[in-house]
């Protein structure tokens, strides 16, 4: 076997615990022995094991009693039984019981290492399938109404095409989820699909993510880097926030898109690269090109089919599939029981702007079902979002009349107070805070009290 496994061996017969335990570990295992039920289900509660051999005859509790204590108490280790009277009738139960394998003694050492194996084999391999299924589960666009529809079709439509595509729209929409299922959908699905957001990337370290760079080519190049365009080769790249990417820069991406070769940072030669780029952005770039930030050259050679991404205040027909699917996402990781949401509380959600989007909606129901005793009610929604009202006018910013108790009538009128101030100054800090007569920090402490994400703020158009 190539990977150690710990095991609990459990057996009323000291000489069968001592040769087990012996022969594991020469095959370079650990084993912890006991020779009784009760001390296997504490040991087995208090930590993790790769696997659990048990005899099924011993006094006071048996084998099969523990195997039901074990699975009652939700111990996710493997369980194989062994026995020296062993029948038909003990095996049947025991498979039922939920045992993983039943083995007769006397035990020889080949067969009882190659069962342990194959048991750790099949246990690796659950843990990849839920791996995978958590993976696939994270880059699967959700919807259900008009609004996606559309954009689903438009998806279709473009992606076995080798079109740039721009996708826009706001900050925590699914930009990249977008970019993924288009990769997917295309010619290049076999090969690879790699991201780069470039707001997040120094402009002084850019060049050298996305063509890479030579072993001593500046101070710090202790090695050769493959950058994005070589990583992408056959697939797709993502450049996310396209708009944010240093004007010195677009020049050198536009030279990449025009000529599909790139020069790493100290190369004396090209290399050439067969890669589709995408970008997205939550800025107008039309507008970058009007005041000067965007190159109109660059613009006309990403920007060949836009995508326009709805913002979660617009497709409200499907978060109650959001809140589902997200739900099931949660409570997977986290090995917790499904929580439905009543209809008053997917009510409630659609009531609130989401500022933050798809992503702000994920950390909500996270939240929520973190705190939940029983199903999720409106209750428990107003209290993970405080700055909720009874309008959704006044959510997105406006003052109307107000129902509820008084603290959060208050809440709601801060909260339009400050965003109309946002407005009102452009969006800049400084202005806003001086306006309302607050310090910077008081100002941020106030925008967190009522539920504003100044990161998630939509740009201005």
């Known amino acids: 076997m190539n990977a150690k496994a710990h095991i609990l061996i459990v057996d009323d017969e000291a000489n069968t615990l001592a040769s087990l335990a012996r022969a594991f570990r020469l095959a370079g295992h650990e084993a912890t022995v006991c020779d009784n039920a009760a001390r296997a289900l504490e040991l087995a509660q208090a930590q993790p094991f790769d696997l659990i051999l048990s005899d099924v005859v011993m006094p006071k509790r048996d084998g099969l009693a523990l195997l039901e204590d074990l699975k009652s108490a939700g111990v996710a280790a493997p369980v194989v039984m062994m026995s020296g009277q062993a029948h038909i009738e003990m095996a049947v139960r025991a498979t039922r019981l939920g045992a993983l394998d039943f083995l007769e003694k006397p035990l020889t050492t080949e067969k009882l290492l190659v069962t342990v194996e194959n048991a750790l084999k099949l246990t690796r391999l659950e843990a990849e399938n839920r791996e995978l299924r958590t993976r696939v589960g994270k880059h699967t666009l959700v919807w259900s109404g008009e609004t996606m529809r559309r954009v689903m079709a438009q998806i279709e439509r473009v992606a076995a095409s080798e079109a740039r595509i721009c996708i826009y729209g706001e900050t925590g929409t699914g930009k990249e989820l977008v970019a993924r299922t288009l990769h997917e959908k295309s010619g290049r699905a076999g090969g690879p699909f790699v991201t780069l957001n470039c707001a997040a990337v120094p402009a002084e370290l850019i060049e050298s993510e996305l063509f890479g760079h030579e072993k001593g080519s500046f101070t710090g190049a202790v090695q050769r880097h493959t950058g994005k365009f070589e990583q992408a080769h056959r697939g797709t790249l993502f450049l996310d926030e396209i708009g944010d990417m240093p004007t010195a820069m677009q020049a050198k991406l536009l030279r990449v ?75 997977a990781q986290n090995g917790w029981k499904p929580v439905p949401f009543t209809a008053d509380a997917i009510a409630a959600l659609k009531e609130y702007a989401w500022p933050g989007n798809i992503r702000e909606l994920r950390n909500i129901v996270e939240r929520l079902l973190l705190l939940a005793e029983g199903a999720v009610d409106v209750e428990s929604v107003r209290m993970a ?28 009128f801060e909260r339009a107070a400050v965003l109309a101030e946002l407005e009102r100054h452009g969006r800049n800090i400084t202005q806003t805070a001086r306006a309302l007569g607050l310090e910077r920090s008081h100002f941020y402490k106030k925008c967190q009290q009522v539920g504003i994400d100044l990161q998630s703020l939509p740009e201005r158009a």
């Open 257 to 331: 898109l025009e000529e599909g070769e790139v020069e790493r940072i100290g190369a004396d030669k090209p290399t050439g690269v067969d890669v589709r780029v995408v970008v997205a952005t939550h800025r107008n770039l039309e507008q970058l090109v009007e005041s000067g930030g965007f190159r109109r050259d660059l613009y006309h050679r990403v920007v060949v089919f836009p995508v326009e991404l709805p913002p979660l205040r617009a497709r409200t027909e499907d978060l109650p599939a959001l809140v589902e699917h997200f739900g099931r996402q949660v409570s």
């Open 385 to 412: 979002l405080p700055a909720l009202r009874g309008s959704a006018k006044a959510t997105a910013g406006g003052v109307g009349e107000e129902t509820g108790p008084l603290a959060q009538r208050v809440l709601a």
